[in-house]
Nanobody, 125 residues
Framework: QVQLVESGGGSVQAGGSLRLSCAASGSTYSGHCMAWFRQAPGKEREGVAG????????WYADSVKGRFTISQDKPKNTVYLQMNSLKPEDTGTYYC??????????????????WGQGTQVTVSS
């Protein structure tokens, strides 16, 4: 059974940076997709960034392009989300997700089958 464990959340001021980590255990997503999502109170879960673990393809939500970077460390089965120039609207619970199916290079939650428990990110103005 796959387990995804996020870490690295915290509280920062606007303009600051955080790096989130997602460690996968029990299986790997080699050749599939992994992604980061976030959910603010009272809002729907939205995709932030995705990565194809079998290559170098990445994709981002328009709201984070140029500020966030998703990357992977294959030997460690870990995916990272580097978040720079953080804004108050980036506040939310950030979730790591993995797809056991063919990668569709998408940020729709339905494309991902496995989810972590989430890590809180709070950005103050």
């Amino acid at each position: 059974q796959v387990q995804l464990v996020e870490s690295g959340g915290g509280s920062v001021q606007a303009g600051g940076s955080l790096r989130l980590s997602c460690a996968a255990s029990g299986s790997t997503y080699s050749g599939h997709c992994m992604a980061w999502f976030r959910q603010a109170p009272g809002k729907e879960r939205e995709g932030v960034a995705g990565i194809y673990t079998g290559g170098i393809s990445t994709w981002y939500a328009d709201s984070v392009k140029g500020r966030f970077t998703i990357s992977q460390d294959k030997p460690k089965n870990t995916v990272y989300l580097q978040m720079n120039s953080l804004k108050p609207e980036d506040t939310g619970t950030y979730y790591c997700a993995g797809s056991g199916a063919v990668c569709v290079y998408d940020l729709a939650p339905r494309a991902y089958s496995d989810w972590g428990q989430g890590t809180q990110v709070t950005v103050s103005s």
